[in-house]
């Protein structure tokens, strides 16, 4: 009984007893101490000094919870992250693997088919290399042929000219000062000097080279009408012959411009063409006027050629030309329904005229080279 109450004297004491409302403070429970008379603390000899027990509060402790909860969500956060992006380079990689292998395949497949190609495409080279070659020796040899050609054309040229020449000197003899004086003399009086005269077929062989080659030229052929008139007159000329001669001394005397002539006069009425076609009505509208007016000022043209519009024609007509096919744009001329032009009727008159001269010179060439032949 004694040990049981000085245990509980000793409790008092030391103050262990439960703290009252009035002894917590924020949050944080105090034990007071209680001082006995003699100003010892707890039943210890010595001075007074304070001592606090520090309890963790509830809030606190859920504080402390929830930050080790935030950790580890953010450690797990970064785990995952980490984990869901090997997962995503690897699966990349391995479409990227797969993705090459299969390029790799379809590349080799290409360089397979690809280099038998490439073989032929060298041989092919050689080939055209050698054809090139080819057409350069053919080039030059039908080059130095050609030339070979036209040497032996103009000697025969010059010893047709030099027997004319004599033969014209033995009929009509002419002064040597006047042959200096003017060379032409000869042959302007070439026609005129075997005019009413008989002559042989083969003087009526060179008046139609001679004939041709002043075509052939661009000069005048009138001068030799008064020979071949001589010719048609003679009494053993045939008479499909004599027929030729008079239909190209007929020809002859119409004095059909030369081709080229034609040719550079129709790119002038193709001018004056291209301004009729782009002409419009009174009742145009504004937009279509000043249209017609920009065409008419640069001259411009369709260049469809299919179809009968006067826009068409002057395109096939412009083609013609270009090509220097007088009979094609002759026949564009014959049958233009555009608005008229001065001077078309008659370049197409002239253009028929040449057409029938052509074909004059062609029948009297066939007509006594075949007969002298």
Known sequence: MARSKQADDTKVNRGDKKPSLDDVVEGTAFEKETIDPAGQTGGQNGPARPSTTTRVSGVTLVSLIMSLVAAAGVAFLHYK????????MSARDK???EFYDVLG???NAVEARL???EITASALQQEADEFEVKIDETARATADDFAAIQSEMAIRLGDVETQVAEFLAAEAPISDVDAQANTALIDDRAGSSLAGQTIPDQIAVLIVMGLLSDDAAGRPLARWAPALSSYAESDNVPASVEQAVIAAIAA???SPPPADSLLADG???AASMAIGVNE????????????????QMFRLRSTNIAGDDPHNQLARFDLAL?????MAAAGIAGMWNGPKVDGLEGWHQNALSRFALDKALADLTAAIVGMVG
């Open 267 to 269: 790119a002038t009425l």
């Open 81 to 88: 992250i980490n984990t869901d992006t090997e997962q995503a």
């Open 105 to 107: 395949d379809r590349l």
């Open 95 to 97: 479409e990227l693997t």
């Open 252 to 254: 002859i005397n119409a």
């Open 280 to 295: 419009v009505g009174v009742d145009a509208s504004l937009f279509e006027r000043a249209r017609a007016s920009f065409g």
């Open 115 to 117: 280099s038998p190609l």
């Open 322 to 326: 270009s090509r220097r096919d007088l």
